[in-house]
Nanobody, 125 residues
């Protein structure tokens, strides 16, 4: 079992930055693919970014590529999402997710076994 807790959300103006963190407990995330998803009101949960077990591979949604950076600290059992040049359309609840099975279909919600409770990000125009 992996418990995930997100933090770092808040209200920011367009063009600003936020850094989200996800703290894992229950087991080491050393061998776990980690990802961030987001869900805006009335919309489906969508993929944002993923990072492989060792941090060698990363993958981003086209909508955030070049603006967001996912990273991990396996020693601290944490994953982060640095979000720069934020836009109003980035407003959503952001969720951390974990997949112990490996790097596969990382964009799919159904790939992930464990989820955090989410943290709200609101970008004002």
């Amino acid at each position: 079992q992996v418990q995930l807790v997100e933090s770092g959300g808040g209200l920011v103006q367009a063009g600003g930055s936020l850094r989200l963190s996800c703290a894992a407990s229950g087991r080491s995330i050393l061998s776990v693919t980690m990802a961030w998803f987001r869900q805006a009101p009335g919309k489906e949960r969508e993929f944002v970014a993923a990072i492989s077990r060792g941090g060698i591979r990363t993958y981003y949604a086209d909508s955030v590529k070049g603006r967001f950076t996912i990273s991990r600290d396996n020693a601290q059992n944490t994953v982060s999402l640095q979000m720069n040049s934020l836009k109003p359309e980035d407003s959503a609840v952001y969720y951390c997710a974990a997949d112990p099975s490996g790097w596969q279909t990382v964009r799919s919600v159904t790939t992930y076994d464990y989820w955090g409770q989410g943290t709200q990000v609101t970008v004002s125009s």
